[in-house]
């Protein structure tokens, strides 16, 4: 069983900063990518950021620049550091990672921590 538990969320005012964890409860190594998702106010969810076992990121183009993704592999943990915070960045942000020696592939998302960004 694989959990996967994001803090970090908050209220926070537009320029802000904030950053948000990820705790998994299995070693990092484990998973092929882990990433952040995040869902605004009646959209769909859509991808933030990814990282790769070997440190490869990639980002949407509305955050680049702006948000950092990173991992500390010794405390399981991935981090998202969020900076020039927009309110259109409010949104339930989702932590995720995914095995790629299963077929299908697995996926495993956390429970999701609120941002606010507003004045």
């Known amino acids: 069983q694989v959990r996967l538990v994001e803090s970090g969320g908050g209220l926070v005012q537009p320029g802000g900063s904030l950053r948000l964890s990820c705790a998994s409860s299995?070693?990092?190594?484990?998973?092929?990518?882990m990433g952040w998702y995040r869902q605004p106010p009646g959209k769909q969810r859509e991808l933030v950021a990814t990282?790769?076992?070997?440190?490869?990121?990639n980002y949407a183009d509305s955050v680049k620049d702006r948000f950092t993704i990173s991992r500390d592999n010794g405390k399981n943990t991935v981090y998202l550091q969020m900076n020039s915070l927009k309110p259109e960045d409010t949104a339930v942000y989702y932590c995720?990672?995914?095995?790629?020696?299963?077929?299908?592939?697995?996926?495993?998302w956390g429970q999701g921590t609120q941002v606010t960004v507003s004045s």
């Open positions: 995720y990672a995914r095995q790629t020696m299963w077929r299908p592939p697995r996926d495993y």
């Open positions: 990282i790769t076992a070997g440190g490869s990121t």
């Open positions: 299995r070693s990092i190594f484990s998973f092929n990518t």
